[in-house]
């Protein structure tokens, strides 16, 4: 946060009650975070734990990606990470697929002519 130029100053934070796995824990508690930054008018919600105290360092942690994002355009380490998860389960189009398979089917003509001939034994 000392790199960006953040304050505790500039920041509005909430806690709020998170949804979703937790069970009656969660129902009960303002244990999910939500920050909001002044200067720039970003949003983040954190609620990936059940504790108020990592949650509040994950919603800072957050927040300093996406301004490092906003201020230098990098796309952070698990961004891209994310990107990368993304275009791998991205079904392949119906060109990719047949490319690949007429490959295969080339590779495996390939190997059946380096199988030994049966009448010659």
Do not use: W
Not at 100 to 120: C, V
Request: aromatic share 2%; glycine share 6%; charged share 40%.
């Amino acid at each position: 946060m000392d790199k960006l130029n953040i304050s505790e100053a500039d920041l509005s934070e909430q806690f709020i009650r998170a949804s979703g796995k937790g069970g009656q824990k969660v129902n009960k508690t303002s244990s999910c975070v939500q920050l909001i930054h002044k200067p720039s008018g970003i949003e983040i919600k954190c609620k990936q734990s059940r504790l108020q105290g990592s949650n509040r360092y994950f919603a800072r942690r957050d927040l300093c990606d996406k301004l490092e994002e906003k201020i230098l355009g990098i796309k952070s380490k698990r961004r891209q990470e994310q990107e990368k998860v993304r275009r791998q389960k991205r079904r392949r189009s119906r060109r990719a697929k047949n490319k690949m398979l007429d490959a295969k089917t080339k590779h495996g003509e390939k190997k059946a002519l380096r199988r030994p001939i049966k009448g010659s034994e």
